[in-house]
């Protein structure tokens, strides 16, 4: 929308510097809208690159390559990503249906932990990039590095700049200093922008354990603890002698569950509940299962 009223030139060059269409998998309808834009785009089989020969061959094209995501929280390579000793094969069938490949692209999962999947993948890269050139006199000139960038959800992440200390060490040693980088930080971006605020709505005591209702849960900001396998620890804003106690959103499934050992003290109905470091998903996989809308957003600049 920010761009829709660029002059055409300007919007085009934008599009170029800014945007890769990094899903492997695209719709046709999709591909025939972007067509037009001239867009970078993925993909890791043959199927696609039928697809994009068709309905975008415009398109400038990456392969993405299947990379180590040992450690990750969350693993990406049993859905997407060509084999490594496929890659060459993938990028000389585009070439010869006229496509244009630019580079490769990868990711090593979301929230990664473990920086040797980086050096892996780094290492895979730069061995197909020389194959390609020796094989077919071709030279790749951008590599998309992914995310997967650690948020320091606890004191054992690692910092990033000991990550990024690496990557500049590789990036020396195995691409010439002319390769465009890319990189697709989204969690690492906003994951400590935002601190969810829940109020309870109800408590009890079961099995001799205190209990509490609150007016989100996995359904809403906290989803991330279902498909992200993310733990967002409910912390209270008030003091008072903490005891090991359950907290439950606010809808009618047994799974709307957060945590069965938070360290609360004794909480009273509209008392406030917060989690932090819960920017990344959370709200943008909200639902309104049960009739709950998701939780509203409060946008505080300082």
């Given at each position: 929308?920010?761009?829709?009223?660029?002059?055409d030139?300007?919007r085009q060059d934008?599009?170029?510097?800014k945007?890769?269409?990094?899903?492997t998998?695209?719709?046709v309808e999709t591909l025939?809208a972007?067509?037009?834009?001239?867009?970078?785009?993925?993909y890791?089989n043959?199927?696609?690159?039928?697809?994009i020969?068709?309905?975008?061959?415009?398109?400038g094209?990456v392969l993405?390559?299947?990379v180590?995501?040992t450690?990750?929280m969350v693993?990406l390579?049993?859905?997407f990503?060509?084999?490594?000793?496929?890659?060459v094969?993938?990028?000389?069938?585009?070439?010869?249906?006229?496509?244009?490949v630019?580079?490769?692209?990868f990711?090593?999962?979301?929230?990664?932990?473990?920086?040797?999947?980086y050096i892996?993948a780094l290492?895979?890269s730069?061995?197909?990039?020389?194959e390609?050139?020796?094989r077919?006199?071709?030279?790749?000139i951008i590599?998309d590095?992914g995310?997967?960038f650690?948020?320091?959800?606890d004191?054992?992440?690692k910092?990033?700049?000991t990550?990024?200390?690496k990557l500049?060490?590789?990036f020396?040693?195995?691409f010439p200093?002319?390769?465009?980088?890319?990189?697709?930080?989204?969690?690492f971006?906003v994951?400590?922008?935002?601190?969810?605020?829940?109020?309870v709505?109800?408590?009890?005591?079961?099995?001799?354990k205190?209990c509490?209702?609150?007016?989100?849960?996995?359904?809403?900001?906290f989803?991330?603890?279902?498909?992200?396998?993310?733990?967002?620890?409910?912390k209270?804003?008030?003091?008072g002698e903490?005891?090991?106690s359950?907290?439950?959103?606010?809808?009618?499934d047994?799974?709307?569950?957060?945590?069965?050992s938070?360290e609360l003290p004794?909480?009273?109905i509209?008392?406030?509940?917060?989690?932090e470091?819960?920017g990344?998903?959370?709200?943008?996989s909200?639902?309104?299962?049960?009739?709950?809308?998701?939780?509203?957003i409060?946008?505080i600049n300082?």
């Amino acid at each position: 929308e920010n761009i829709r009223h660029m002059p055409d030139k300007e919007r085009q060059d934008w599009i170029w510097d800014k945007i890769i269409y990094a899903n492997t998998i695209k719709p046709v309808e999709t591909l025939e809208a972007l067509d037009q834009y001239k867009p970078l785009v993925t993909y890791d089989n043959s199927e696609e690159l039928k697809k994009i020969k068709r309905h975008a061959p415009n398109a400038g094209l990456v392969l993405r390559i299947r990379v180590p995501n040992t450690g990750s929280m969350v693993e990406l390579s049993s859905k997407f990503g060509a084999h490594p000793g496929e890659a060459v094969d993938l990028i000389e069938q585009a070439f010869a249906m006229g496509l244009e490949v630019e580079g490769l692209s990868f990711h090593v999962g979301s929230q990664c932990t473990n920086f040797n999947n980086y050096i892996q993948a780094l290492q895979l890269s730069a061995n197909i990039m020389r194959e390609v050139e020796s094989r077919l006199g071709r030279r790749l000139i951008i590599l998309d590095i992914g995310g997967g960038f650690p948020v320091k959800y606890d004191p054992k992440v690692k910092a990033f700049k000991t990550l990024a200390k690496k990557l500049n060490s590789e990036f020396a040693r195995l691409f010439p200093p002319d390769i465009h980088l890319l990189a697709e930080p989204g969690r690492f971006m906003v994951a400590d922008a935002c601190t969810a605020v829940a109020k309870v709505v109800g408590k009890a005591m079961r099995d001799d354990k205190p209990c509490y209702y609150i007016n989100d849960g996995v359904y809403h900001t906290f989803s991330g603890q279902i498909f992200d396998h993310c733990n967002y620890p409910v912390k209270a804003f008030k003091d008072g002698e903490k005891r090991i106690s359950a907290v439950f959103g606010p809808t009618c499934d047994a799974l709307d569950t957060l945590t069965l050992s938070a360290e609360l003290p004794d909480l009273e109905i509209h008392d406030l509940v917060y989690a932090e470091n819960i920017g990344a998903y959370s709200h943008a996989s909200s639902t309104y299962f049960n009739g709950f809308p998701p939780a509203k957003i409060v946008h505080i600049n300082q």
